[in-house]
């Protein structure tokens, strides 16, 4: 596919939900939909963008940070403080696996399975996030928890290089996104290094890999999304009209439509009025293919 002149496009809005904090969609190409969460309401979405039916509301009994798909059917969430499997027929969430609060004020943030059906997601603190006392955490095929990264902030931009052996993440307050060298036997990492810098306004919030090996960045508090190179230069980028950005995921038939979701958390009424569209559901047609999304094995 060829790639179009980006600055040229706008992203439209597909879906205006307007959620307080819209994070973590990923499509399910077994059933044409895509699903995220909205965090701070303890919500999981599902919408079928052929518009054959309403968007599906999930409630949970405590926030959600990320979610996955699952080799067995239904999706794997990272809730504040536990791994859960939830049932998309009946709604029922099944807590699989504790996780230890490092420190006071920390939650599960951010989260992507590998392609070994690992499911890798990173913590943040909510109450003082200058302290990097988080941590990453692996949930297992057999659902025990271990910790892979100690002393972050803020997780965010998990993903993998098509061939899996580059790990990207992001621990937001560094305003950096670095690489790992990435074992899918084992789910050992190694070899971090810088991989991208943000050199304007923005935080780097949640990444997805394309089938060419970029990687798309929602910039929170940019008002865009950024595509880099393998070698961690810029691409392009989307311009967007709502200040906060917070992850994207290609979906569709052909794997060729640009998901982005965005929020209106910790904006200001002034801004928020601006931003009429913020919290809702964006895409584009970016002229490149994305990589279909691992499952959960467990």
């Known amino acids: 596919m060829t790639s179009p002149n980006?600055?040229?496009?706008?992203a439209s809005v597909v879906l205006d939900c307007r959620q307080c904090l819209g994070e973590s969609p990923v499509w399910d190409a077994r059933t044409a939909t895509l699903y995220w969460a909205n965090i701070h309401d303890a919500q999981v979405w599902a919408w079928d963008p052929s518009g054959t039916a309403a968007p599906r509301c999930y409630p949970l009994p405590e926030r959600v940070g990320a979610i996955g798909l699952r080799e067995a059917g239904g999706l794997v969430i990272a809730l504040a403080s536990a791994f859960a499997l939830l049932d998309l027929d009946s709604g029922a969430l099944a807590r699989i696996a504790d996780v230890p609060s490092p420190a006071p004020h920390t939650r599960l943030n951010d989260g992507r399975v590998d392609p070994a059906g690992r499911f890798v997601c990173g913590g943040m603190n909510e109450q003082t996030p200058q302290l990097p006392?988080?941590?990453v955490y692996t949930l297992e095929r057999d659902h025990r928890v271990s910790a892979t990264l100690d002393g972050i902030h803020c997780a965010n931009s998990t993903c993998w290089s098509p061939d899996g052996?580059?790990?990207y993440f992001s621990d937001m307050a560094t305003r950096r996104?670095?690489?790992f060298d990435y074992d899918v036997a084992t789910g050992a990492i190694?070899?971090?290094r810088p991989f991208a810098t943000m050199q304007s306004a923005g935080a780097p919030d949640g990444s997805?890999?394309?089938?060419?090996?970029y990687l798309w960045n929602a910039q929170w508090g940019g008002a865009k999304v950024v595509r880099y190179r393998p070698d961690g230069t810029i691409?392009?980028?989307?311009?967007?009209?709502v200040s906060h950005p917070t992850c994207v995921a290609f979906g569709g038939p052909d794997l060729d439509t640009l998901y982005i979701t965005t929020a209106w958390f910790l904006l200001d009424d002034a801004t928020r009025a601006r931003e009429p569209h913020a919290g809702s559901l964006f895409a584009i047609k970016p002229g490149v293919r994305g990589l279909s999304e691992a499952r959960y094995a467990g």
């Open 235 to 241: 691409d392009r980028e989307i311009a967007l009209p």
């Open 190 to 192: 190694s070899g971090r």
């Open 133 to 135: 006392n988080a941590r």
């Open 6 to 10: 980006i600055d040229s496009m706008q």
């Open 177 to 179: 996104i670095d690489a």
């Open 208 to 213: 997805v890999v394309d089938a060419q090996g």
């Open 165 to 167: 052996a580059t790990l």
